[in-house]
């Protein structure tokens, strides 16, 4: 069970890159072609890249409900198979049209619909996790799937752009959608069976029982009245927020407003991106170890209050490094501003993503059995905040410039670190005695 167990861990990272490159390839042809070239303005490409996201949050708790009912293997599959068919729709629909005002109302139908199929995506990954490793490896694992995510976003930004360029903007998102279809079948026909096999499922179970409440499901009425989960929802719509603003729009404040040539603002974008990447894996592990030295609590608070507070400080010296380069100088360091730029954003992205693995290791453990609901619930806060920014960013920018529209987001993640203060996670690791004192969820 051990390697079968690693190996689900893995497939699940390249389901969650393939998953993320074609969520965002959206964003490299928003920036790259709809924009400047099909003359689709800024804050209508806010609302196509907001309409998947309202649609993702609609999907999120019936998404978590399929999840607790069929499985998260199926519902995963179907994932896959949904999602890459519509961003193959995405691409057929710039050869029915090059109006800008109907391409536009196609992509907000397009896009929203695969919103929805999105849904169990993240939820269901988290519910895998929950049910093949054991609770002090949970977080370890968890920041590798969504470490691979962020590995499919950095990838995108150069090889999306690269099709697109080879090929052309329609054949970038058919290409894109096919792989996640093929890789939705693969998942079917590989992890399926391991996570549906009786033997793997009772091993599993004796190496890490889950406490007794965790053996019933619970309702959504039920998993509502939890406060430690609606305080980690809060903190995660922070962290939507600051995460989806670079998501979505950092490639075009490279390109369009400090005037970086696109082939190296793509590059800049894509390490950054792979920096919050190993963020995720390195913070994954380091939660593990935090919690076997300081109680789940204690550490787990300690990783998020640290990682969002860090990155709110990095991402304002990034949007100040004007500033800073000019301090450099004086003390007889040259240093290019575009090279701080890019590598104080990517600090505060490893910052951050250090954290996104206690989150979903604290939702599943809050929800128990129904680990899918509560995880769909948590996202579904996260991406509140997350549709919010892609779309306020451009009137905040507009209004009062980028820098403000950056340090709003900074101030936002540094909030949501804080809100840990509050959370009390509860503790599923029954040799885990470190912290009984402050284990009782509130």
């Known amino acids: 069970m051990s390697r079968n167990r690693w190996l689900v861990i893995v497939l699940l990272m390249g389901y969650a890159a393939i998953g993320h490159f074609n969520r965002v390839g959206i964003s490299v042809a928003g920036d790259e072609m709809f924009i400047p070239v099909l003359k689709i303005p800024e804050t209508r490409m806010g609302w ?14 019936p998404g978590g409900w399929l999840i607790d009912r069929i499985g998260s293997a199926r519902a995963l599959a179907l994932y896959g198979v949904t999602m890459g068919s519509f961003v193959i729709l995405t691409g057929a629909l710039g050869w029915l049209t090059t109006n800008p005002y109907g391409l536009f109302v196609g992509l907000l139908v397009i896009r929203g619909l695969a ?41 995108c930004y150069p090889a999306f752009g690269w099709l697109m360029d080879t090929l052309s903007w329609q054949w970038a998102f058919v290409a894109g959608g096919s792989m996640l279809f093929a890789y939705g079948v693969l998942w079917h026909l590989v992890a399926t069976p391991l996570l549906n096999t009786p033997v793997e499922v009772v091993e599993s179970r004796e190496m890490h029982p889950q406490p007794p409440a965790s053996e019933a499901r619970v309702s959504l009425r039920t998993l509502m ?51 919050m990447g190993v963020g995720m894996a390195v913070g994954g592990r380091l939660t593990d170890v935090a919690c076997n030295w300081l109680g789940t609590v204690r550490g787990r608070r300690t990783i998020v209050i640290t990682g969002m507070g860090l990155g709110a400080v990095f991402g304002l ?26 590598v104080c954003l990517a600090l505060s992205m490893a910052a951050v993503g250090m954290c996104e693995g206690v989150f979903w290791t604290t939702a599943t453990d809050i929800g ?31 209004s009062y410039g980028w820098p403000v529209a950056i340090g709003l987001a900074c101030v936002i993640s540094a909030v949501g670190g804080l809100t840990w203060v509050l959370i009390t996670p509860p503790t599923t690791d029954t040799t885990d005695t470190t912290d009984t004192r402050e284990t009782t969820p509130v």
Not at 48 to 55: D, E, G, P, Q
């Open 225 to 275: 009245s939890n406060n430690t989960l609606w305080l980690l929802t809060l903190s995660y719509a922070a962290y939507g927020y600051f995460q989806y603003l670079f998501f979505y729009w950092l490639g075009y404040y490279f390109k369009e407003i400090l005037e970086i040539p696109p082939v190296r603002a793509r590059w800049a974008t894509t390490w950054i991106m792979l920096t």
């Open 115 to 155: 919103g929805i199929c999105n849904a169990p995506l993240h939820p269901g990954a988290a519910n895998v996790v929950a049910e093949v490793m054991p609770p002090g490896r949970r977080a370890t694992a968890n920041g590798m799937v969504t470490a691979g995510a962020l590995i499919g976003i950095a990838c």
């Open 48 to 61: 196509v890249y907001t309409a998947f996201l309202i649609l993702y949050t609609i999907g999120m708790l």
């Open 317 to 342: 010296a990034g949007v100040n490094s004007t500033f800073i380069v000019s301090r450099l100088a004086a003390l007889g360091i040259e240093a290019e501003t575009f090279v701080c730029i890019s």
């Open 368 to 398: 128990g059995r129904s680990g899918g609901l509560a995880g769909a619930f948590m996202n579904t806060g996260g991406n509140i905040g997350g549709l919010i920014s892609p779309v306020l960013t451009p009137f905040v920018a507009l």
